[in-house]
T-cell receptor, first 115, second 114 residues
């Protein structure tokens, strides 16, 4: 059974500092890994998708790396801003065509960027 | 539409009543997921639909919960005889199953059982 863990559960940094968010998963047989952002009382916004064959993916100030063999992904957010304050979730997908497929989520990291 | 649409956005119901939640996926997305998120908690998988395959209902918490999807279009999640512990945000997501399988979520339906 796939288990996804995100440590730390909460993180507080001053504005301008780089953020490093960690995600680990127990079963390396994944199809892809996706990072999401969730603001309080809102749905999930997709940030980055990394296919299992990729090592990293970048979008603006965001960079996500994937080491499938060790079961780890890291989301880097450069030069953090107060608007980056949110909960960040990672999720892994085993096989989108399989009957037992589902996105398995970590518990999230709640980030606060202080002005 | 451009994104996943869920309705209603908010629902307050009396204990014991039935409720129906609706999800309109992105056009062309054959995969559709329902998740539940209780206040301050993580996402709890409920059910997964993929094309015409039998849905994965392994996450449904009790037989009061059921979901349907007609083809690759709208899905409805029905909760019968609602209980206070059913109060949560119900989130729907859709994706392709080949190529770019990025999942997109709706804004959720906040259900409050009083």
């Amino acid at each position: 059974k796939q288990e996804v863990t995100q440590i730390p559960a909460a993180l507080s940094v001053p504005e301008g500092e780089n953020l490093v968010l960690n995600c680990s998963f127990t079963d390396s047989a994944i199809y892809n890994l996706q990072w999401f952002r969730q603001d309080p009382g809102k749905g999930l916004t997709s940030l980055l998708l990394i296919q299992s064959s990729q090592r990293e993916q970048t979008s603006g100030r965001l960079n996500a790396s994937l080491d499938k063999s060790s079961g780890r992904s890291t989301l880097y957010i450069a030069a953090s801003q107060p608007g980056d304050s949110a909960t960040y979730l990672c999720a892994v997908l085993p096989n989108p065509k399989a009957a037992g497929n589902k996105l398995t989520f970590g518990g999230g990291t709640r980030v606060l960027v202080k002005p | 539409g451009a994104g996943v649409s869920q309705s209603p956005s908010n629902k307050v119901t009396e204990k014991g009543k039935d409720v129906e939640l609706r999800c309109d996926p992105i056009s062309g997305h054959t995969a559709l997921y329902w998740y539940r998120q209780r206040l301050g908690q993580g996402l709890e998988f409920l059910i997964y639909f993929q094309g015409n395959s039998a849905p994965d209902k392994s996450g449904l918490p009790s037989d009061r919960f059921s979901a349907e999807r007609t083809g690759e279009s709208v899905s409805t999640l029905t909760i019968q005889r609602t209980q206070q512990e059913d109060s949560a945000v119900y989130l729907c997501a859709s994706s392709l199953v080949t190529g770019n399988t990025e999942a997109f979520f709706g804004q959720g339906t906040r259900l409050t059982v009083v």
